[in-house]
């Protein structure tokens, strides 16, 4: 019987007591000249900044504009592209911003209460490209009264496509020694990070779940299904983010008081159903590596395949035996799998390459 491998992708993201994290979420477009510039210089400045979360929202004449980003864009009385929020607060009498006033309130904003710890645990199936979520909140501090909800916000990394909406405007192109000098104007198949595809139930977050004043040290629990659809070009490149916010009619009313964001750094892999006696004691040292890996097996010889996340084998080993060192040096940093068989029994364990 042929085997398909599932590979399910399950991460688990935890904020610390009392860690606060904003939320910066710029407002682009395809069709933007300035925005691959702006997202340059994000991209600088949170280097020094690993407690912001950046999420892009797309203008609604471009191909990634959606039903979840254009009542934001809209909501927020956005004016254009490049702008954004930080953390959905108003500063003196508009919550949008020019790119380079970002910084100055997001350390405004760092200084702020948590008021909550967000636990976020999630699995995707990329083959069928089902995405089960749970989202877990415990206030530790009582936030002022509101209308306070739980964001499930999706995003996609590395979109792309051709033609109009899809490829990027840039106004750098005949700009010499700027990192966007000669790419083309535009830029075609540009990839476009950071995505926002869908948020849960509503784009200002999920209603009725947490009181306007909370139990403090009580868990608020929410579980999300999505069956993805055709808005998701890849789940391998699926992000999520959590956020804890305000709605209301009135903008200054919609801050965000606490977020949380999850990447793919843990992912354990689930067989067909001709696989659930896997084999034990296997285990890969170092995990992360950049170049050799050493195994750890039990008696006998194992036949080894890696894959990539796409189910494509890259490498293949023969009649190994514990103990064996198997070079990856040759590897694009990335996740991969190493598929073990031996005496008909399988199992395959994550590997890293960094």
Known sequence: MRTILLFSLFILS????????????????ANCGSCPNASIEIGEMLENHPDVIWINHHWWTDEMGNSSSTPIITGMNASGTPQ??????????NAILAVGNFENRILERLNEPAYCDID??????????LLEATVK????????????????????????GSGYGWNQSNYYNE????????????????????VVRKTFDNPWGTPGLLPSVPELNFDYIQHYSWDMDELIQN???????????FSSDLT???????ATFLDLPNMDIFLDAEDLDPIKGLSISPNPTNDLITLTLPEGTFDLQLYNLQGQILKTWSKQLNGASLSLGDLSNGIYMLRME???????????VK
């Not at 954004?84 to 009498?93: I, L, Y």
């Not at 976020?120 to 490209?129: E, F, K, N, P």
């Not at 009264?145 to 990394?157: H, M, N």
């Not at 200054?252 to 606490?258: C, Q």
């Open 175 to 194: 700009t010499a020694g700027h990192p966007l000098f000669d790419l083309g104007q535009p830029i075609r198949g540009y990839e476009h990070q950071n």
């Open 235 to 245: 789940p391998v490149n699926v992000e999520l983010v959590a956020a804890v916010n």
């Open 342 to 352: 031996s005496n008909g029994q399988f199992n395959t364990l994550k590997v890293v």
């Open 14 to 29: 935890f904020n610390l007591f009392g860690q606060k994290k904003v939320l910066l979420e710029k407002i682009t477009s």
């Open 84 to 93: 954004g929020m930080v953390d959905r607060v108003v500063f003196g009498s």
């Open 137 to 160: 909140v415990r206030f530790n501090e009582l936030p002022p009264e509101g209308d306070l909800r739980l964001s499930l916000i999706v995003t996609e990394d590395d979109m792309t």
């Open 252 to 258: 200054n009313e919609r801050s965000v008081l606490n």
């Open 120 to 129: 976020l645990t999630a699995s995707i199936d990329t083959v069928h490209g």
